[in-house]
């Protein structure tokens, strides 16, 4: 699979993007179930869904192998961070609602208005999203609890039916805080931050043998994020190892209780980063633990040397040993560390414990 970068520069209606070709002549594939996703103005663009749900609307690119280093990066405006499904207010208060807007002017120079406008062009899809989703609709046909509202990175499918599963970002809604960030790690989501504000956000995802470091970054003075180009490493994931992946960006819902606003993708580039082709990756400080001796006869692989406090600890070949109780060892990274990631398998003894560690700068 090519390595490539995809900035949208073909526009192509609702409906007429997966199946065609980046500038550099790589595939989107991907899945758009109602006809959805178009391409305007050097972005793509996710309409909102008349039916919720994963598995209806995304873009993707691959297979790739799997490999050290492999990346992808995503510069994307989510709709609505804290977009959900959720039941909407009876359609006949709704409807009147809409025609009247906010009364400074009649409804007659309203409509008259919204015939001259392109806005005309969505009206139907607004109108079956609102009736789907109203109490008259859903008292009869329930609507599925939906948080989860974005999925950004690697996945095992071009087209997948749970995209929180994989090696990804994840958007969810969490209400009066807005948006909660999380990146998947193993079958789990471990959140980053919540209160992720809708501006622009870079996503970087940089793939292991097993598992991915995630990395993102935004605009000056975001919250929880720093400003492009510096990059926060947020997660790391340690579990997930599929042979083959799908570079992809997919939506289960845009909106909240029939307001929309639809999601740009900006730029999508993947590329393999030889200088991370290693299990760490950026980290600073790191070891596998692997080998014979003492730890305080050996470096850590990125780091520094080991200082032993307390006790015995033994490298083997599954990673470190502590033969003693209340054994510990330090090591002193030049730099001030963020992100902390350890690996542990505990037994019934002392000598059941083997780690690995890895650290990164915030």
Known sequence: MNQFTDIFQDDRASGKTIGTNTSSGVLRTGIDREKAIAIDH?????????????????????GYKRQNGLAVAVLLLNGHNTSQ????EWLY???????????????LKRVLAWLGSRQKQGTVRRLLGWVRISAEVTKFFPLAKIDDNLAVGWFADAAPLNPTQGNG???RATGAENGELLATVGINLLSVFRGLQN????????LREQGAAYYAASLPQVRGLPAYPQLRPVAIDAV??????????????????????DTRVYGVKTETVTNLACWYGTAHAADAFLG?????????????NWQVLAGNLERTKEGLVASENNSLAIVAPQTTSGLLHLKIVTGDKPAGFRHYLEISRS
């Open 199 to 206: 501006v622009p956000v870079y996503y970087v995802v940089i």
């Open 85 to 88: 499904a959720e039941t909407m």
């Open 93 to 107: 208060k709704r409807i009147p609602r809409w025609l009247k807007g906010s009364e400074t002017e009649s409804v």
């Open 240 to 261: 997930n190892s599929e042979a083959v992946v799908y570079a992809g960006i997919h939506q289960s819902v845009l909106g909240q209780i029939g307001f929309r606003a």
């Open 292 to 304: 014979l001796g003492n730890i305080t006869t050996t470096t850590a692989e990125v780091g520094g």
């Open 169 to 171: 970002f994840v958007v």
């Open 42 to 62: 050097h972005a793509l663009r996710f309409k909102p869904l008349i039916q919720p749900g994963w598995g209806r609307q995304g873009i993707a690119y691959g």
